[in-house]
């Protein structure tokens, strides 16, 4: 067992990179190639649908896009509402 708080581990500072998916499409090459500006791609989930936390090709995580208030109007978030017990999965 490792008695390390997250304040401690040495490794606490090393920043990480998390992609969010929100979803796929699987569009053939000549349709891609008629993509034009305003153009629209339909993915394989709705707007309602969580979204998907990965670090590395590892799921971490699901969550709802959000709109951030306040000093950063605007800006997109993710609220947490599922989360991977990292030593077993979601």
Partial sequence: MDDTTPDTNPFAQVPIEVTISVGKARPLVRDLLRLGRDAILPLDRRVDDPVELY???????????????????????????????????L
């Fill in 55 to 89: 670090v590395g090709d590892r799921l971490i995580a699901r969550g709802v896009l959000q709109e951030v208030e306040g000093e950063g109007a605007g800006q997109l978030a993710v609220r947490l509402t599922e989360v991977a017990n990292l030593r077993g999965g």
